[in-house]
């Protein structure tokens, strides 16, 4: 029940402004600052509007509909706040406040803003979220000194949730507003459809069955990536959904922060083994939430034969959501009603049009269309970007900004890569997705064998791990005979762009200064080498991380961080040796992948320091994951023991990491650890 009713509310406010202006009166001193939160105000009392010298006005939390001219007088006021109310417009009269350097609207229900706002040009803070913005005048963006612009959940706008990210400028945001307002844009009407699971759950064949071609019994392995358009007739619209098609081996599970994204609807296919369901679920899930947020998923049960199968469906939605369907299908039934395809094709179609994919509807530069299509249809593996900006001036867009802000559009659409945002790619291309996922998915297979290759191919490129730029010939050759790319599309010049991506997304770790040499860790032997066995000690410490399920590219991220502590081919693709001063450490995962285990035995200091350094390395990395759920746990009396009951009781230190308290405080982000 609130506290304060209209007429209570009205009172306790004029007793506050009557204490403001005793207090002035009294001290001679100016009053600064009137909290009228919370009171269940209807209007505003016009006493207010004689405190001239005010200049902090919070009237949040309210039931106004309305703010009066009279605010106008306020001219003294820095911060004013006026979040969660109902007001539905701004008088002219607000652009008076020329002192405002704060100003929050969140959680009223404007559709428009009095184009007097870009008068405020001391603003560094305006707060919008969650009203009913349609459209913004032409005069906000003379708001230059903004350094922060809130638009969150103002549909009408048409802008992508991953704009108004806190990685976006004010100028950034209105930039792209005002390309698409009015008749500047129209619907894109477009979204990607990324399709994850492990191999031979028949994601290849279901997209087939979705797309109306029959089932091949035969269907060959994918062994890179493919993408191909699926059409969605929806309630919202029609939607053409790129759908990515990734080969599922694990080795190749690391590749995926390269394009799984928040723009895109997910389908999680899981195969037919009832045993793995859960935990495969929870991998599949876990790496979508890391790399792609609160992106939508639907899951397909397939090879379920009408069978019903039973698990623990309302956790992993708790835990891992928003998942909006689950689907059992059996792609070789050839009804497709009967084989689920056409239940899945319903659901499908249905998410496109729930508010999860808004981005699929948002709107589009209208002049933007011919170049998108143009790379889109493109038959070069890359454009050097002079030769894109050259094809953008031709096709109507001349300035360089927008020609960035582009490229930048259509890498997270997945129409055509480009990575210029980073520092260390500056002399970028932009690059059709299946030449960079194939090109390095080949080099992750480096070391596959297949009796279908020419003898001369089928052995292992790589056996050590290590690749070059000139060994990447070969490894082309050999995805060639794969039919998997055409080697001449990989010339010497985008050899070394390839490796320094690799490099980028911890794929692989240069050895020498020029980055020509690279340990590639999932190229790595399966086995642990001979001389990598637990160090011994009658002072060693041993400590464990347990997951639900461990993300494929741990280990290998582990090894590439911490190469420089690993001596000479003391490496495996599950593991490690590090060795620091007198200390010497094994770190290895387990073939059901649910622990990372760690052994450190050597001289005390040496030994606590090589602790400290893995368990910080471990825990950069887990923060890379959201939602990753991890136990830190140490052998105590031959049993294992979590850390923080180990501290309770005073057998461990506590831990005196500031970056793991900061990790803990974040629950959507990082590291959860069991505490």
Known sequence: MARYTPETGYAEALRRIEACNTYMWQTWQRPCFLDLSDLSLVKLPPDIFQLTTLTTLK???????????????????????????RLTTLPPEISKLTALTTLRLDGNQLATLPPEIGQLTALTTLNLENNQLTTLPAEISKLTA???????????????????????????????????????????????????????????????????????????????ITIQKLEFNGQ????????????????????????????????????????????????????????????????????????????????????????????????????????????????????????HMESARRKFPKKWHAIKDSLENMTESFLDYDVYAE??????????????????????????????????LRDTTVLRPDWLANGIYAVLRANDLDDNLPPELNVS??????????????????????????????????????????????????????GRQQIVPTLLTPNPPPGTDEPEGTQRARLRYEFQVVPAPLIPWFIART??????????????????ANARARVWTTQDERYVFVTVAGEADDRDELVTMICGTMRDLFAGYRGLQVTE???????WVPRATLEKFRRLEPDPSPQLDEQRSDGNEGWEADR
Request: charged letters at 25%; aromatic letters at 8%; glycine letters at 8%.
């Open 59 to 85: 009237v949040n939390s309210n039931q106004l509909a309305t703010t009066p001219p009279e605010i106008g007088q306020l001219t003294a006021l820095t911060t004013l706040d006026l979040d969660n109310n």
């Open 146 to 224: 903004l350094t922060t612009l809130n638009l969150h959940r103002n549909t009408g706008l048409g802008l992508p949730v991953e704009l108004l990210g806190t990685r976006k400028s004010p100028r950034e945001i209105l930039e792209a507003y005002f390309r698409i307002v009015g008749e500047a844009g129209e619907p894109l009407g477009e979204c990607k459809l990324i399709v994850v699971g492990r191999g031979q759950a028949g994601k290849t064949s279901l997209i087939k069955r979705l797309s109306g071609r029959d089932y091949d019994r035969n269907e060959p392995e994918t062994h890179g």
């Open 236 to 355: 919202r619209g029609d939607v053409t959904g790129r759908v990515w098609d990734f080969g599922g081996q694990v080795v190749l599970h690391s590749m995926h922060e390269f394009f799984l994204t928040a723009r895109s609807l997910y389908l999680l296919v899981l195969g037919e083994r009832d045993d793995m369901l859960e935990r495969d679920a929870a991998y599949w899930l876990q790496l979508i939430r890391s790399y792609a947020g609160s992106a939508p998923v639907v899951v397909a049960l397939n090879k379920s034969a009408g069978r019903q199968r039973h698990f623990d469906r309302e956790t992993l939605e708790q835990t891992y959501g928003p998942i909006l369907g689950w689907v059992a299908t059996e792609c070789s039934e050839p009804d497709a009603g009967k084989g689920g395809i056409t239940a899945l094709r319903k659901t499908l179609t249905a998410a496109l049009d729930s508010d």
């Open 391 to 424: 094809r953008c001036r031709k096709l109507g867009e001349a300035d360089p900004k927008e020609q960035t802000a582009l490229a930048g559009d259509l890498h997270d659409l997945g129409v055509a890569l480009n990575y210029s945002r980073d520092p260390r």
């Open 461 to 514: 490129l790589a056996s050590d791990g290590v690749i070059t730029a000139d060994s990447l010939v070969r490894i082309h050759q050999k995805a060639e005979a794969w039919t998997m790319l055409r080697a001449k599309d990989y010339p010497a010049d985008k050899r070394d762009f390839l490796l320094r991506l690799m490099d980028m997304f911890h794929l692989s770790y240069p050895l020498d200064d020029e």
């Open 563 to 580: 190469f420089s502590l690993i001596p000479q081919r003391m490496h495996w693709r599950r593991g490690a040796i590090l060795v620091y």
């Open 633 to 639: 746990q140490y052998e105590y009396e031959n049993e």
